[in-house]
């Protein structure tokens, strides 16, 4: 099938019918009012209007969520802002499913006849005056309905449903992929949906999109400025990059689905197929035949928003792999899940779990002969020196055992306190106090059998291999 076949066949499904955009006005119409009437029975005047994709008319339509903005006036303090802007909210949702979110405040997700309404608070200010993050919405959606142009609202679809198939679409603190603004600049930049991933599938080091030319003259100030590999300069603030939430591992897999759909068109990239977890008895045996050794950590389960949940759960897994560095032990990849209410579970593929008992450490170079004096003084009488000091290739050298050479102990000691020294996030670290398991290989097994969702994700993580990958010919 050709690339244009394909993408008619994709933007089928994905484009809004009339039906469903009947539906998405009466609800936008109806909480709208709802908002605006409880603000008003708060005795605040605001600012009530849908933003984001429904607004932009870039929404698909298997997931439409809607933006309700309520532009609060300045007057109310920042401190009290999370209190007014839910109090209102609430009152606003009624009886509907409600769950509080957190991006730089909290705000409402609030589920109805199956759609998904978000009531977020912002400042009403002038252009440039923000004084939140989201004060810059409402010019967001602005711009982009002045600018976009109606032919290129379904290369906009595509691109989002492209993103959300490889899995990098989503600002959020779990993804860090690409936002939907951020979509629509792309393709405001490169003119289409085929134009965005031919730019991207020749991509060479760095990204800068710059739409409005603010710094065509000051490239040397827009390079200090920015130091991300993706710069996407914000048409309406343009002191910010549109892409800085965008981690550089979400950016390279994209590069690479981008080359691999230019290869292989297919709607698999659009649609991935469902990903089968392994039985049991399979984990078991390719675990076996492994060389290298898994190990996890696994703690309960943390009452936190899901951003401020995520922003922990990968700092405490950069930390604990920094731990096992340290300690000498080569990590080669890492993951953590979380189903984000009972369970977490960091996962770390090791060369090996057990060092040799024997570790060469290196000392000073000859000719920096202070280093070498204080060096000598702490090893040459040391009883745990198996060897040494001597000299090898200009410098001083011992032989000593290792302080940790068993991975797993070094993790249950570490963790003990609940990973002080560690370097353990807040809340992970309070986790870990009430329990924690330290698990290696097929000992996971036990989770994995009760647990579905971490049995597909350790499936892939075991795969390790992206799925659109699979029926590529390289």
Not at 433 to 439: E, I, L, R, T, Y
Request: glycine fraction near 6%; aromatic fraction near 10%; proline fraction near 4%.
């Amino acid at each position: 099938m050709s690339q244009d076949a394909l993408t008619q066949q994709i933007l089928h499904k994905i484009t809004p019918n009339p039906e469903e955009r009947l539906k998405v006005n009466a609800l936008r119409n109806m909480f709208e009012q709802k908002i605006q009437a409880a603000c008003q029975s708060e005795g605040i005047d605001a600012t009530v209007r849908v933003e984001g994709s429904v607004a932009k008319d870039t929404w698909l339509s298997e997931n439409p969520d809607i933006d309700i903005f309520m532009r609060l006036p300045t007057s109310i303090a920042r401190k009290n802002l999370e209190e007014v802007s839910l109090r209102i909210a609430k009152k606003a949702a009624g009886n509907a499913k409600q769950l509080e979110r957190f991006a730089e405040h909290p705000y409402l997700e609030i589920f109805v006849d199956g759609y998904r309404v978000d009531i977020v608070p912002c400042y009403d200010v002038k252009h440039g005056e923000w004084q939140s993050a989201t004060d810059r919405t409402p010019y967001h959606t602005d711009y982009i309905c002045t600018h976009l142009g109606k032919k290129h609202t379904d290369e906009v679809r595509l691109l989002k449903k492209f993103m959300q198939g490889i899995g990098v679409y989503g600002a959020e603190i779990k993804v860090g992929g690409f936002s939907g603004y951020l979509c629509e600049l792309l393709v405001m930049q490169y003119g289409s949906f085929n134009g965005v991933i031919e730019a991207f599938a020749t991509y060479s080091k760095r990204v800068i999109v710059d739409i409005e030319n603010v710094y065509a003259d000051h490239v040397e100030k827009l390079e200090l400025l920015f130091a991300e590999p993706l710069v996407i300069v914000d048409p309406v603030d343009k002191g910010r990059n549109v892409a800085s939430a965008v981690q550089p591992q979400k950016l390279y897999e994209f590069i690479g689905a981008a080359r691999a759909y230019l290869k292989v068109p297919s709607q698999d990239f659009f649609y991935p197929p469902p990903i089968h977890a392994f039985a049991p008895d399979v984990v078991k045996s390719r675990l076996a035949a492994q060389t290298t050794t898994y190990l996890y950590v696994a703690i309960g389960g943390i009452r936190a928003v899901s951003d401020v949940l995520w922003g922990q759960l990968y700092r405490t897994k950069r930390s604990l792999r920094r731990l096992l560095e340290t300690h000498d032990f080569r990590v080669f990849r890492d993951a953590v899940w979380s189903n984000e209410s009972t369970r977490c579970v960091f996962v770390f593929e090791l060369e090996q779990q057990v060092l040799p008992c024997i570790k060469k450490h290196l000392g000073p170079q000859l000719e920096r002969q202070e280093e070498c004096e204080k060096f000598l003084a702490k090893y040459a009488d040391k009883s745990n020196v198996y060897v040494g000091p001597y000299i090898e290739n200009g410098r001083w050298v011992v032989e000593m055992p290792h302080r940790y050479a068993d991975a797993t102990t070094l993790l249950q000691e570490k963790l003990s306190d609940g990973g002080k020294t560690a370097g353990t996030a807040e809340l992970i670290a309070e986790a870990i106090k009430q329990n924690f398991k330290v698990m290696g290989n097929v000992e996971v097994l036990e989770i994995y059998r009760e647990t579905p969702d971490f049995a597909v994700f350790l499936t892939e993580f075991l795969l390790g291999k992206p799925f659109w990958l699979v029926s590529q010919k390289v």
